[in-house]
C-alpha cells in the first residue's frame, strides 16, 4: 500500500503545470515531484523546474516559463527526462550558459535529453557548454557540447553558440529526430578527438536507432571542426537503417573544416538520405573540396530545387537552383527578430530564387514571404521596406498647412500617414493622400487644418506594410501670424478686430468675458495679457499702447463695412453703440494714470507745485472712418485724419497733424473744428 501511495504521488495530477523561474541561482528543488518548483531558499529555479517537470511523464506536458536573465549553470548539465516544453523572453533576452573553466572552455555541457521525451527549446540562446569526452576518462560523453538529444527535440527561434565537442559542438541528435526552425547555430566548435561536426550532429547510434534532422528558416553559421564545420550525418552502426536530413529555406554559410578533406558545410555518410531546397550555401570552407556539401557513395544529397551556391559540389541541377555564383550575403548580424542572420544584398541572386509553392508564410526573423515576385532562397527574406520621405510643407496659413512627401510601397500593401506635433513627440497624426499604391514613388500630402498661429510644428512621413515600417526624416513650418484679414467680420457694438503693428500690445477683456491667461499688469481688477497676434476682442476691452502701436478694426454698418485705424502711445477703451443711429461711431477713451499731482498747492503741503502743461496721459491716432477720442475735458471726433488727444494738468489738448478734428469742448459745451498744424486746449471747469 506505501509503495502505491508512493507512486501515485510521484505521477502529479493529470493535467499540465506551468513553473515560472524566479531566480536565476543554480540550485536544485527541495522536493521534486511535489508539484511545487522550490529549493530550499524557496525560489524556482531553472534546474528545480526542470526537476519538477521530470518527476511527470503524462500528456499534455508541462511547461517552464524562463523570463529575460541570464542563467548560469556551474558545473552539471539540466538534464531532461520527461516531455516538456521551456519557453524563454526571446533568445536575445534569455541566456542558458554554462560555468567555464580558466580556458573558456564550459564544464559541462548545457541540457542532455535522455530517453525519448517529446521537448521544445524555445525562445532561448544556449551558450558555453562542453562535451568533455570519454566518460572513463572523466568526461561527460563525446557528443553535443551545449546539447545532446536522444528523443523528439525541437528548437526553435533559439541561438546555439559557444559550444564545444568531440562531435556536434552545437547539438548532437543521437538516434532521435532533431527539429530545428528559425534559429541560428553559430560559432561552435568540434576541434577534440576526431572533431567530427561543429554545428550539429546526426548520428545514427549503435543499436541501429536512425536520426533524424529537419532544419528550416535557420542559419548554420561560422562552426568549425576538424572533420565537417557545419552539419555531419552519420553513425557507427554495423547495420545502419538510414538517417535523413531535410533542409529547406536555410542559410549554410562560413562553416570551416580544418584537417580531414570532407565538406565544410553539409557532409552525409552512413547511408542518409538528404534533401536540400530552396536554400543558401556560399563561403564554406574545407581542405581541398568539396566546399559546400559532401556525400559518401552509401549517402544520396538531392535537391528539391530553389537552391543557390557559390560551387558545385552540392550538385543542385534541379529547377531554380542556380551554381557557381555568390549568394552575396552580408556578415552575421542582428537584422531585426529574434536571431542573427546574413542579410541579402539587393543584388543577391538569391532573391526572388524560391518561387511560391512551398515557401514559409516567414523568414526567419519573421518577416513575410515573400516581398517580392517570390521567395528569397535561403533563411532571410529580403525585406522590401517602403519608404517614406518628408516633403515641404506648403500653403502655410496662421491655422493651416499641407505636408507633403514621397512614398514607396514597394508592391506592398502600405499605410502612409503624417505625424506632427510641437515637439518631436508629435503627437497627432493624419492619414496621407495621393497616388495609387505600386511598386513606384508617388506623391503624398495631407492638409492640417485647426492649428495655432505662429507656431513652430514638427513633422515626419510614416510608412507602414507587412515587411515593415520607415520613417521619414523630421522637418518643421511655422504657422501664420493671423492678420485682420484672418479674422471674422466684427460686429457693431459687439466686437472689434485688433492686431499689433510695432512694439508692445496688451490687451485686457472686459470681466464678464473672463481671461483664462494671468496677466501682467491691472486696471481696475481687470488682468492685462500680451497681443502677439490679431485677434477679435468684445467692445469695451482696454488696450495699452504705451510701448507699442495697435491697428483696431470696427464694424461702420451692420451690412458688413468696416473702418479701421492705427492708436498709440496710450492706454485706452474700445466703446461703440449699437445704435444704427450712431453710425458705427467708435470711441477710445483714455484710461489710466491720476491726476493727483496736478492739484494745486493751496491743496498740498507747502513746496509742492505742479506745471500747469504737465502731460497725465495721451493717446496717438492715425484713423479713417468714424472714429473718436476722449480724453478728460473734450473729445475729438474724425472722418480720416492724424491726431493727438493728450490729457494734461491744464486741460485736454488736442492736436492735429493732417485733416481736421471737430473738438467737444465739455465746459464750453460747444464743438472746434481744428485743422492740421493747430491744436485746441479745452480747459478744465474750476
Not at 536512425?210 to 550525418?233: D, E, R
Request: aromatic share 4%; net charge positive.
Amino acid at each position: 500500500m506505501a509503495a502505491v501511495l508512493a507512486a501515485g504521488a510521484l505521477a502529479g495530477p493529470a493535467h499540465a503545470r506551468t513553473f515560472t523561474v524566479g531566480a536565476t541561482t543554480d540550485q536544485g528543488d527541495q522536493f521534486p515531484g511535489d508539484g511545487i518548483c522550490r529549493t530550499s531558499d524557496f525560489e524556482c529555479t531553472l534546474r528545480a523546474a526542470v526537476e519538477e517537470a521530470n518527476a511527470f511523464t503524462e500528456d499534455p506536458s508541462d511547461t517552464i516559463v524562463v523570463p529575460a536573465a541570464t542563467y548560469d549553470l556551474f558545473g552539471s548539465a539540466l538534464t531532461v527526462t520527461s516531455s516538456m516544453r521551456i519557453t524563454g523572453a526571446g533568445a536575445r533576452n534569455t541566456i542558458v550558459r554554462q560555468l567555464t573553466d580558466v580556458n573558456g572552455d564550459g564544464v559541462d555541457r548545457v541540457f542532455d535529453v535522455q530517453g525519448s521525451p517529446v521537448v521544445s527549446f524555445e525562445g532561448l540562446t544556449v551558450s558555453k557548454g562542453r562535451a568533455t569526452g570519454d566518460p572513463q576518462n572523466g568526461g561527460n560523453g563525446f557528443f553535443g557540447g551545449n546539447i545532446r538529444s536522444t528523443g523528439n527535440l525541437t528548437i526553435a527561434n533559439s541561438a546555439i553558440t559557444g559550444g564545444r565537442a568531440y562531435s556536434g559542438g552545437g547539438v548532437s541528435n543521437v538516434g532521435g529526430t532533431l527539429t530545428i526552425t528559425n534559429s541560428t547555430i553559430s560559432g561552435n566548435t568540434a576541434p577534440d578527438g576526431g572533431g567530427d561536426s561543429g554545428a550539429i550532429q546526426n548520428y545514427e547510434t549503435l543499436s541501429d536507432q536512425a536520426a533524424a534532422l529537419i532544419i528550416t528558416n535557420s542559419t548554420i553559421s561560422g562552426n568549425s571542426a576538424s572533420n565537417v564545420g557545419g552539419i555531419l550525418s552519420w553513425g557507427e552502426s554495423p547495420n545502419p537503417g538510414g538517417n535523413t536530413v531535410a533542409i529547406t529555406n536555410s542559410t549554410v554559410v562560413g562553416n570551416t573544416s580544418s584537417v580531414v578533406a570532407n565538406a565544410g558545410g553539409v557532409h552525409l555518410s552512413a547511408n542518409t538520405v538528404a534533401t536540400i531546397g530552396s536554400s543558401l550555401l556560399g563561403g564554406n570552407l574545407a581542405v581541398g573540396s568539396p566546399k559546400n556539401c559532401g556525400a559518401d557513395t552509401a549517402s544520396t544529397l538531392s535537391s528539391s530545387g530553389h537552391n543557390i551556391e557559390d560551387s558545385t559540389d552540392c550538385g543542385f541541377t534541379a529547377g531554380g537552383d542556380l551554381q557557381s555564383r555568390d549568394p552575396e550575403v552580408g556578415g552575421l548580424a542582428n537584422n531585426g527578430g529574434p536571431t542573427d542572420t546574413h542579410a541579402l544584398s539587393p543584388l543577391s541572386p538569391a532573391r526572388d530564387r524560391a518561387g511560391t509553392a512551398n515557401c514559409p508564410a516567414t523568414d526567419q526573423r519573421g518577416a513575410p514571404r515573400p516581398q517580392g515576385s517570390a521567395c528569397d532562397s535561403g533563411a532571410f527574406e529580403f525585406s522590401v521596406f517602403p519608404a517614406a520621405v518628408t516633403g515641404g510643407a506648403t500653403a502655410v496659413e496662421a491655422d493651416s498647412a499641407t505636408l507633403n512627401g514621397l512614398g514607396r510601397p514597394e508592391g506592398q500593401p502600405t499605410a502612409f500617414r503624417f505625424q506632427f506635433g510641437t515637439t518631436t513627440a508629435y503627437g497627432s497624426e493624419v492619414p496621407a493622400s495621393g497616388g495609387p499604391p505600386s511598386a513606384g514613388s508617388h506623391p503624398l500630402f495631407a492638409t492640417l487644418r485647426g492649428l495655432e498661429s505662429d507656431t513652430t510644428y514638427h513633422y515626419r512621413l510614416m510608412a507602414t506594410s507587412p515587411a515593415g515600417a520607415a520613417t521619414g526624416a523630421d522637418r518643421t513650418f511655422t504657422t501664420l501670424k493671423k492678420t485682420l484679414e484672418d479674422l471674422p467680420p466684427p460686429t457693431m457694438g459687439k466686437t472689434t478686430n485688433v492686431e499689433p503693428v510695432s512694439g508692445i500690445v496688451l490687451v485686457a477683456l472686459p470681466v464678464q468675458a473672463g481671461i483664462a491667461r494671468a496677466g501682467q499688469l491691472a486696471q481696475k481688477g481687470r488682468r492685462f495679457i500680451p497681443l502677439t497676434e490679431a485677434r477679435q476682442i468684445p467692445v469695451g476691452s482696454l488696450l495699452d499702447t504705451k510701448r507699442g502701436r495697435v491697428r483696431l478694426q470696427t464694424a461702420r454698418t451692420r451690412g458688413g463695412r468696416r473702418q479701421s485705424g492705427q492708436f498709440f502711445s496710450g492706454l485706452f477703451q474700445v466703446l461703440q453703440s449699437r445704435s444704427r443711429s450712431a453710425k458705427g461711431l467708435t470711441e477710445l477713451r483714455l484710461k489710466g494714470s491720476s491726476f493727483a499731482s496736478c492739484k494745486t498747492a493751496k491743496g498740498r503741503r507747502a513746496g509742492v507745485h505742479a506745471s500747469a502743461s504737465r502731460r497725465v496721459r495721451r493717446l496717438g491716432a492715425n484713423a479713417r472712418g468714424r472714429f473718436r477720442t476722449r480724453g478728460r475735458h473734450s473729445a475729438a471726433t474724425v472722418r480720416g485724419t492724424r491726431w493727438t488727444t493728450t490729457d494734461r494738468c491744464d486741460g485736454t489738448l488736442t492736436t492735429v497733424q493732417r485733416g481736421t478734428v471737430a473738438v467737444r469742448d465739455f465746459r464750453l459745451k460747444k464743438t472746434i473744428v481744428v485743422k492740421a498744424g493747430k491744436s485746441y486746449l479745452a480747459r478744465p471747469r474750476r
